[in-house]
């Protein structure tokens, strides 16, 4: 059985990415997770929960169905026919790299905050 769904989880928002249903690929769930700052609560609060998870609403938006490799050829003959940028090109590549390492880095280190090379990422 083929597998390919991804999950992605906010504090605001919970994104299902399901690349094997045509019919809803994409739902976005109104959950998460609010983390109460100890300051917030007072002390008998304090004592009975910092974390409280949120469950909500589910919305699916309808998204066109497109074949992504067409896709990205079209693209490319767009860039080459009006002489302008493709939205993919070599830099675009770059920042997705930046961005990558970033996060891996960032994960290495415990989830600490990564600047950003902001000379390239513009």
Not at 34 to 47: T, Y
Not at 55 to 72: Q, Y
Not at 94 to 103: C, F, G, N, T, Y
């Amino acid at each position: 059985m083929k597998i390919r769904t991804a999950i992605f989880g906010g504090s605001k928002r919970t994104l299902v990415w399901d690349d094997l249903n045509p019919s809803q690929r994409l739902a976005i769930y109104d959950r998460g997770v609010d983390v109460a700052s100890p300051d917030e609560l007072g002390d008998e609060q304090r004592r009975d929960i910092l974390i409280s998870y949120r469950s909500g609403d589910m919305v699916a938006p309808a998204l066109t169905e497109r074949e992504a490799l067409r896709t990205m050829v079209e693209e490319y003959a767009r860039a080459i026919t009006t002489k302008t940028p493709a939205l993919t090109d070599g830099r675009s590549g770059l920042r997705v790299l930046e961005l990558l390492q970033a996060a891996s880095r960032s994960l290495a280190e415990g989830g600490t905050m990564i600047k950003l090379n902001e000379g390239h990422m513009a």
